[in-house]
């Protein structure tokens, strides 16, 4: 804890702006997908030509519910669009399409593991609701200018608002991992804040151990990872502790990250609600639900992480730290279940996705789902380690030119002749060359000087080149000694 920390208490709400999985925006037939050309993704209604009128997707609406159930949240059968007034260069109507007094979803709750707990926190969530996205300002494309792109305009989102729960940046950070891990069990989002389709304003206020009134809130924005959330919690919380030591006041105003100086700086007043002038859309009928669907999709809502951990811990025996890596999204979940199925060794599985498999997907950037390497091919790799056909020195060679040919563990063996020996006579012949090159110690050895195996057993791999199996190796070896 920081000398700040032992007089005054971090207090932290998080608002979290979802892009949802779909392939068109959430009132026209636009593409939503990232990375095109700028302005190429737009038509009249996302550049609000007059007489243009939205439409809603289908699609979103149905992620929009799914990401309220997966949280748990109580799903409101009637719903309407409001429009949030402001002006900025991105926003062609002078709106942006929201939600308002008529969410999609309230009072939710997220189970969050904090490091180093072993007991879940219970994070409520004020409220979920729908919006479309506004375009981008581009600051760096001209010299003294500001490029609009408004590809993203219209993009479908849904924000999901926390209650002030949090009382640290490390208890932001695990709120954040564990929810971007549930939306992206229940298929709603890809979650990629580099793409950004997770986007963070962190809402942060001090008050002194105690106190029971909420301190004056300021927004932080323009951060672009979990890791530059929590360093702006607090860098925002230590300017705020040190201005009420001075005996200042705290403004309400949003606050802009500076990643590169690790601080930050005012931006503007923070607005409040009624500044938006909200009023419901007048294009757009109330949305409204049958409990029946909403059930439906609670019934169909695929297995999410916490429920996996549980049923792996208790089906395959895993410890904290394998569950992490096997549960870390729901592509790896599959991608272990397969090895663990067909090698029959889940702890094995997860120690070779924990090593070797996390390593490779960290050196080349890949995801679990483009791995070259399948499960039934890792689990011949494993199975042939297991069976004493490869060595684990030689089984990692051949896991890494399975990554590059795309062949399986067998054949790859085959061709690079690691494939481990363990025939008594082929091993026997092996013995008597390391014998005939180290007389001396083997000398000794025969008399009893047992510490001497090592030399011979590596005499033995070496004549071998490493095919030999060294626990056969070591029980013939036994023999000779007096």
């Not at 997908?33 to 190429?40: C, Q, S």
């Not at 309230?106 to 729908?130: Q, W």
């Not at 592509?331 to 029959?344: K, S, W």
């Not at 684990?392 to 085959?414: E, L, Q």
Request: with cysteine; glycine share 6%.
């Amino acid at each position: 804890m920081t000398a700040w920390g032992e007089k005054y208490e971090m207090v932290v709400g998080l608002e979290v702006h979802v892009q949802l999985k779909t392939r068109s925006k959430a009132f026209c037939a636009c593409s939503a997908d990232f990375g095109a050309p700028p302005n190429v993704n737009t038509c009249p209604v996302c550049l609000a030509l007059p007489g243009a009128l939205p439409s809603i997707n289908a699609e979103a609406v149905k992620l929009a519910l799914r990401a309220a159930i997966a949280l748990e949240c109580t799903v409101n059968l009637t719903s309407v669009f409001a429009r949030k007034n402001y002006f900025y260069p991105d926003l062609p109507k002078g709106y942006q399409i929201s939600q308002f007094d008529q969410p999609l979803a309230v009072h939710g709750t997220l189970h969050a593991r904090m490091p180093g707990e072993t007991a879940v926190r219970d994070i409520a969530i004020t409220r979920l609701h729908m919006e479309e996205d506004a375009g981008k300002s581009v600051h760096d494309r001209y010299p003294h200018m500001t490029a609009i792109d408004l590809n993203r305009a219209g993009v479908p989102l849904v924000e999901i608002v926390s209650e002030p729960d949090m009382r640290s940046a490390t208890e932001a950070g695990a709120y954040l991992r564990t929810l971007r891990q549930i939306l992206e069990y229940a298929g709603v989002s890809d979650v990629s804040m580099e793409e950004g389709s997770l986007r963070v304003d962190a809402n942060v206020s001090a008050r002194l151990h105690g106190a029971t009134k909420l301190g004056t809130k300021t927004e932080v924005k323009n951060v672009n990872s979990f890791s530059a959330v929590e360093r702006s919690l607090q860098s925002e919380f230590e300017r705020q502790c040190a201005a009420l030591d001075r005996g200042e006041t705290i403004r309400q105003e949003t606050m802009l990250w500076d990643a590169a100086s690790g601080s930050v700086r005012p931006a503007r007043s923070k607005e409040e609600s009624h500044d938006y002038r909200y009023f419901p859309d007048p294009d757009l009928p109330p949305l409204v639900f049958d409990r029946e669907y909403v059930d439906h999709l609670r019934n169909t809502l695929p297995e999410l992480p916490q429920h996996v951990r549980d049923r792996f811990g208790g089906e395959y025996g895993l410890n904290d730290a394998e569950l992490d890596a096997v549960t870390a999204d729901s592509g790896m979940v599959a991608y272990f279940e397969g090895v663990a199925r067909a090698h029959g060794d889940a702890r094995s599985a997860a120690k070779w996705i924990m090593g070797e498999l996390a390593a490779a997907l960290n050196e080349t950037g890949a995801t679990i789902n483009d791995f070259p390497v399948r499960p039934a091919n890792l689990a011949e790799l494993l199975d042939m380690i297991r069976d004493g056909k490869l060595s684990h020195t030689a089984a990692k060679s051949v896991f890494t030119s399975m990554r590059t040919s795309g062949k399986s563990a067998s054949v790859v063996a085959a061709e690079m002749s690691v494939t481990q020996v363990g025939d008594d006579s082929m091993i026997e012949l092996w013995i008597n060359e390391a014998f005939d090159e180290f007389p001396a110690e083997t000398a000794r050895f025969r008399a009893g000087e047992k510490k001497l195996v090592g030399v011979l057993v590596g005499a033995v791999m070496k004549k071998s080149k490493g095919r030999a199996d060294p626990r056969k190796v070591n029980a013939l070896l036994s023999r000779y000694s007096a």
